[in-house]
């Protein structure tokens, strides 16, 4: 429901001059606070359109509305194709023939839902409520009212990409809106690329920004994507890793044996996919396949920029339930640095309830490799196929069962696939967008931002740094729990309205 204040500020603007406009008098007068508190209502329409991509006919729905909302701003429009879903570019021109170009990536496509999950109301029907932990260390989610003042609250408002990624979009408008009212505008080239397929993996990210490298061309990336950092504030991050994925396949007999019947004798390839992921790395949770994290250096400078991020060990290992930590790097931030080789799931036999006396036919590991710049994901899943053979395993292909011929000529079998899905990047965040960057931050909120060289994460944007050959940096606007592709995924109203600051700083910097 509407509150007083947020009524007042919609007639202000009046339906035939909205206040997105910035055309008309009472619209210029809006503060910026005013400006974001009445772009709500809009938002929270641009929330209830769904936009699952795996889901045919949900996206251009969603194509639409920005291609009207960036058009009645006076940006052009273009569709790129893609082998999945389109698209789209939009382009602000400089006055300055000779001014840079400034290209900021979005993505308007959401996770899958499970509607049963969401404890407020449905995923695609925005709800202002309240997230907290209890004395038993359960989540609780309550509803709530928009409160005169979002900042001053823990109100926030509920939906499927409220924080990921329809919220930096928003901001970006609601920023520009209050830019131009204020008769100003960027004094640089800005395109808005915004991403169809991000959350599907793209099937042809790659060849599209080949094909219209000339559109997207830039001299600065910035990504709007992802959470600030875990004590909430101001943050850019110099890079993302990249990620390969691998499954392997220990077999033991044809079918599953009784264990007592067998057991001392038949071997067990439960144990036999223990040992070998075990032998992959040292008590201390490194890496020990070798050449595994050949090509990693970190200089000085890079050192002290990591320690400097406020990573409260003492309140975070509580929160995550843990004391010891694998010791690779220094401090979390070092330990991003280095490439990851993280056991996902596994599988054998039955257990709990459901256990046999049984020895099982096969054993099932999934595993990921969090990439960094300085390594390639087909050059680690081949050092790891090279270990697994190296430990006398004989290798068929992957996705069928061993055949007599090779059970009788093999000891040891077993089967190994990997892909990688996307490399990782990083720019040095004291370079030219990073020192940009920076200085919009330090204008706006009058404190140096938290720098993070690499994010933990991975975003599927490679192509467009390495083929574009250009600097990129993550501008994370939203808040670090807001439940991204879970269930009751919110934005904190209070990064809502910072998200819009950080923007209009931004267009506002000179370069």
């Known amino acids: 429901m509407l509150n007083i204040r947020l009524l007042f500020l919609l007639l202000l603007c009046g339906p035939v001059c909205p206040y997105f406009a910035g055309t008309c008098v009472s619209a210029q ?64 021109p400089a006055t300055e023939p000779d001014a840079e170009t400034v290209l900021f990536y979005g993505h308007v496509d959401g996770q899958s839902v499970d509607p049963g999950k969401w404890k407020l109301a449905p995923p ?69 690329v915004a991403d169809s397929m991000e959350e599907a993996q793209a099937p042809d990210l790659e060849g599209m920004v080949r094909t219209h490298r000339n559109s997207l061309a830039a001299d600065h990336l910035v990504i709007l994507d992802g959470p600030v950092h ?90 995550l339930g843990f004391t010891g930590h694998d010791a690779i790097g220094n401090n979390l931030q070092e330990a991003l640095q280095y490439p990851s080789l993280n056991i996902r799931g596994m599988r054998s036999g039955w257990v709990g309830a459901a256990a046999r006396t049984i020895i099982p036919a096969t054993a099932v590991a999934n595993l990921d490799l969090r990439l960094v710049a300085e390594t390639e994901g087909d050059r680690l899943l081949k050092l790891l196929e090279q270990y697994i053979l190296d430990q006398g395993y004989f290798l068929i292909e992957d996705g069928r069962e061993p055949t007599d011929a090779e059970r009788a000529a093999h000891p040891r079998l077993a089967s190994f696939s990997g892909r990688t899905s996307y490399a990782a990047f990083r720019t040095d965040l004291n370079g030219p967008t990073g ?67 950080t923007l209009y700083g931004v267009l506002g910097e000179k370069m």
Do not use: C
């Open 29 to 92: 007068t809006l503060t910026l606070h005013e400006r974001t508190l009445a772009s709500l209502p809009d938002y929270e329409a641009f929330l209830s359109i769904p936009n699952d991509a795996r889901k045919e006919g949900q996206l251009e729905p969603n194509l639409q509305w920005l291609e009207r909302e960036f058009s009645k701003r006076g940006f052009s429009s273009k569709r790129l194709p893609n082998a999945g879903l389109d698209l789209v570019l939009f382009t602000f």
């Open 124 to 192: 695609f029907q925005p709800t202002y409520g309240t997230m907290a932990v209890n004395a038993a260390g359960e989540v609780e989610y309550t509803a709530a009212e928009l409160p005169a003042d979002p900042t001053a609250s823990d109100v926030r408002l509920f939906a499927r990409s409220a924080s990921d990624a329809k919220a930096p979009i928003m901001m970006f408008l609601i920023a520009w809106d209050h830019l131009v009212a204020s008769g100003k505008r960027p004094n640089y080239t800005v395109k808005f």
């Open 230 to 319: 875990a004590t909430n504030q101001p943050t850019l991050m110099g890079g993302a890793r990249g990620i390969a994925t691998a499954r392997l396949t220990v077999y033991g007999p044809r079918l599953a044996l009784h264990s007592g019947h067998y057991g001392n004798y038949a071997p067990n390839p439960a144990l036999g996919l223990a040992q070998l992921l075990a032998g992959m790395k040292d008590t201390h949770g490194r890496v020990i396949i070798p050449g595994y994290y050949d090509g990693i250096e970190i200089d000085a400078t890079s050192r002290a920029m990591m320690a400097a991020v406020p990573d409260d060990t003492t309140r975070l290992h509580p929160q």
């Open 435 to 501: 020192t940009w960057l920076q200085s919009a931050l330090r204008r706006t909120f009058e404190r140096e931002p938290i720098l993070i060289r690499t994010m933990g994460g991975s975003v599927p944007i490679a192509p467009f740094v390495t083929t574009l050959d250009v600097p990129a940096v993550v501008l994370p606007l939203v808040n670090p729990d807001n439940n991204q592709h879970a269930p009751n995924e919110n934005i904190l109203l209070r990064n809502y309205f910072r998200g819009v600051e």
